[in-house]
């Protein structure tokens, strides 16, 4: 198929070539794995181990706490040594529970497989949720949960956003089959009648692999659909576009189209937990930069540190000067590497002084309403006027002007002629509001309460003063009574006395 364009977006130069010269390369497991349970958006997942306890690689560490959640599983056999509170990766300050598995022992455990593509819808979803598959581009959405409502379109996300990230290409290369036989289980278990497999125009090999694979396990469902690479196409939105040419509404969702998107490496994960059992317990995270010895893409056990796959992959040069958790328009920088990867992890960048310096800004100037941010915005917006209503905290009027529809990819940040910071301006401005609403909703909930106390006083004063009146009422008329029976006694002469 043709894609269309989606709007905005940068042609940023390619890095991909650095980390994908080599096959893929299994990450041997470190002694301890940290596996974080809150490895996924929604809650974090409910402790089912206990400190001392052995368990089976497969075997199940912690339970989904309600649909918006998924479990975690052992990626290697071994002993509970601890859990503990510890922060989400790449998140300092945000707290987290943590369960530390002293790996020892091959023991292992799968869910029964079922008869993959002729498994009912139902049981299809099950089986991924049972396996704690969630989105493994980066936003860790419980998978089954996305595949609760139909749609008549799936999109399988290859695309990747950023020009270091690899892990879906060297994914691509060797399980392309995988995958494709992955998307017709998901299409199937959320109705999709069509599939199309969006892969870039320039990751050429893992397209040869692709054309093989939907050619021979497709079974005339899935369509390839090859995107140019321009950042952001990876994302949900750009993605959409590009290829039905509709864009998912201000506030709306993909769903409201129909569609469904899926990253590749979310596909090969439900057919693994579909076909063999498997829950998922690894995935593929690229390791790269000039920081980094040996550049390339590992298969890693999840709760692997940072500081233990930057080894396997040779360590760090003497050249590495900055850790990245994630890709350089949008990763996290990490102040040390004793982080555990988890599930949306796709990513380790070790940037160089010369990286740094490139990227250290130039002095702040103002505003010269270019307007040279507005065409590159893959979402539409008009930075420079977002930018004006969040300096003077007008954060409503940003909010009307499509505040939190910046999805923080950092073009504007590249186009800008004054060097504006703008992404880093929006981020607080959504920050700010976020708190504003929170007080509001505080502050609503405290005038409610007070409303609801004040009308109750003022109703147990008005019962008080009812019984009262009402009590009084009843005094007077039995003094009434008892003089009327006085009055009755004299008239008769009769004094009360016994005769
Ligand atoms: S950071 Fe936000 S405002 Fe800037 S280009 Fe990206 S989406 Fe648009
Ligand atoms: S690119 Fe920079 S200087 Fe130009 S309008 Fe946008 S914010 Fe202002």
């Given at each position: 198929?043709?894609?269309?364009?989606?709007?905005?977006?940068?042609r940023?130069?390619?890095?991909?070539?650095?980390?994908?010269?080599?096959?893929?390369?299994?990450c041997p497991p470190p002694?301890?794995l940290?596996?974080?349970?809150?490895?996924?958006?929604?809650?974090p997942?409910?402790?089912?181990?206990?400190?001392?306890?052995?368990?089976r690689?497969?075997?199940?560490?912690g339970?989904?706490?309600?649909?918006?959640?998924a479990g975690?599983?052992?990626?290697?056999?071994?002993r509970?040594?601890?859990?503990?509170a510890?922060e989400?990766?790449?998140?300092p300050?945000?707290?987290s529970?943590?369960v530390?598995l002293?790996?020892?022992?091959d023991?292992?455990?799968?869910?029964?497989?079922?008869?993959?593509?002729?498994s009912?819808?139902t049981?299809?979803?099950?089986?991924?949720?049972?396996?704690?598959?969630?989105?493994?581009?980066?936003?860790?959405?419980?998978?089954?949960?996305?595949?609760?409502?139909?749609?008549?379109?799936?999109?399988?996300?290859?695309a990747?956003?950023?020009?270091?990230?690899?892990?879906?290409?060297?994914?691509?290369?060797?399980?392309?089959?995988?995958?494709?036989?992955?998307?017709?289980?998901?299409?199937?278990?959320?109705?999709a009648g069509?599939?199309?497999?969006?892969?870039e125009?320039?990751m050429?090999?893992?397209l040869?692999?692709c054309?093989?694979?939907?050619?021979?396990?497709?079974?005339?469902?899935?369509?390839?659909a090859?995107?140019?690479?321009?950042?952001?196409?990876?994302?949900?939105?750009q993605?959409?576009?590009a290829?039905?040419?509709r864009e998912?509404?201000?506030?709306?969702?993909?769903?409201?189209?129909g569609?469904?998107?899926?990253?590749?490496?979310t596909a090969r994960?439900?057919?693994?937990?579909?076909?063999?059992?498997e829950?998922?317990?690894?995935?593929?995270?690229?390791?790269?930069?000039?920081?980094?010895?040996?550049?390339?893409n590992?298969?890693?056990?999840?709760?692997?540190?940072?500081?233990?796959?930057?080894?396997?992959?040779?360590?760090?040069?003497?050249?590495?000067?900055?850790?990245l958790?994630?890709?350089?328009?949008m990763?996290?920088?990490?102040?040390?590497?004793?982080?555990?990867?988890?599930?949306?992890?796709?990513?380790v960048?070790?940037?160089s002084?010369?990286?740094?310096?490139?990227?250290a800004?130039?002095?702040?100037?103002?505003?010269?309403?270019?307007?040279?941010?507005?065409p590159?915005?893959?979402?539409?917006?008009?930075?420079?006027q977002?930018?004006?209503?969040?300096?003077?905290?007008?954060?409503?009027r940003?909010?009307?002007?499509?505040?939190?529809?910046?999805?923080?990819?950092?073009?504007?940040?590249?186009?800008?002629?004054?060097?504006?910071?703008?992404?880093?301006?929006?981020?607080?401005?959504?920050?700010?509001?976020?708190?504003?609403?929170?007080?509001?909703?505080?502050?609503d909930?405290?005038?409610?309460?007070?409303e609801?106390?004040?009308?109750?006083l003022?109703?147990?004063?008005?019962?008080?003063?009812?019984?009262?009146?009402?009590?009084?009422?009843?005094a007077?008329?039995?003094?009434?009574?008892?003089?009327?029976?006085?009055r009755?006694?004299?008239?008769?002469?009769?004094?009360?006395?016994?005769p």
């Amino acid at each position: 198929m043709r894609p269309s364009r989606f709007h905005g977006g940068l042609r940023l130069a390619g890095h991909k070539a650095e980390s994908t010269a080599d096959a893929l390369r299994p990450c041997p497991p470190p002694p301890l794995l940290r596996l974080s349970l809150a490895q996924h958006a929604g809650r974090p997942a409910r402790a089912r181990v206990a400190v001392g306890e052995r368990v089976r690689r497969g075997q199940l560490l912690g339970e989904a706490d309600g649909e918006l959640s998924a479990g975690v599983h052992a990626p290697r056999a071994g002993r509970i040594e601890a859990i503990r509170a510890g922060e989400l990766p790449g998140f300092p300050g945000l707290p987290s529970i943590e369960v530390w598995l002293a790996v020892e022992g091959d023991e292992s455990i799968t869910l029964p497989p079922l008869e993959g593509l002729a498994s009912e819808p139902t049981a299809l979803r099950e089986r991924i949720r049972a396996a704690g598959v969630v989105g493994l581009g980066g936003a860790g959405f419980p998978t089954a949960e996305k595949l609760a409502i139909g749609r008549e379109l799936l999109i399988l996300n290859g695309a990747e956003c950023e020009p270091w990230i690899a892990c879906d290409d060297a994914l691509l290369r060797e399980h392309a089959d995988e995958v494709v036989l992955g998307g017709r289980l998901l299409a199937r278990a959320v109705g999709a009648g069509r599939i199309l497999l969006a892969v870039e125009d320039s990751m050429t090999a893992a397209l040869d692999a692709c054309r093989r694979a939907v050619a021979a396990h497709g079974g005339g469902a899935v369509e390839l659909a090859v995107v140019p690479t321009i950042y952001p196409e990876g994302g949900e939105r750009q993605l959409i576009q590009a290829l039905t040419g509709r864009e998912v509404p201000r506030g709306g969702l993909p769903r409201d189209l129909g569609v469904v998107v899926q990253n590749v490496a979310t596909a090969r994960a439900a057919w693994r937990a579909v076909v063999h059992g498997e829950a998922l317990t690894e995935r593929i995270v690229t390791v790269t930069g000039p920081g980094v010895v040996r550049p390339g893409n590992y298969v890693v056990p999840l709760g692997t540190t940072v500081a233990h796959l930057v080894a396997q992959a040779g360590g760090y040069t003497p050249d590495a000067a900055r850790l990245l958790l994630g890709g350089p328009m949008m990763g996290l920088a990490l102040p040390h590497d004793d982080v555990p990867l988890g599930k949306t992890h796709n990513c380790v960048l070790v940037q160089s002084a010369a990286d740094v310096d490139a990227e250290a800004r130039e002095p702040e100037m103002p505003c010269i309403r270019c307007g040279d941010c507005a065409p590159v915005c893959p979402a539409r917006l008009l930075p420079q006027q977002l930018l004006w209503q969040v300096r003077a905290g007008r954060l409503d009027r940003a909010v009307d002007q499509g505040l939190f529809d910046c999805i923080e990819c950092g073009c504007c940040d590249l186009a800008c002629p004054s060097h504006i910071p703008l992404t880093a301006y929006f981020r607080h401005g959504k920050g700010e509001q976020r708190v504003r609403e929170a007080e509001a909703e505080r502050a609503d909930a405290a005038r409610i309460r007070h409303e609801s106390r004040q009308q109750r006083l003022e109703r147990e004063a008005a019962e008080r003063a009812a019984r009262d009146a009402a009590r009084r009422d009843a005094a007077t008329s039995s003094d009434a009574v008892a003089a009327a029976l006085e009055r009755a006694r004299a008239r008769r002469g009769d004094s009360g006395a016994a005769p």
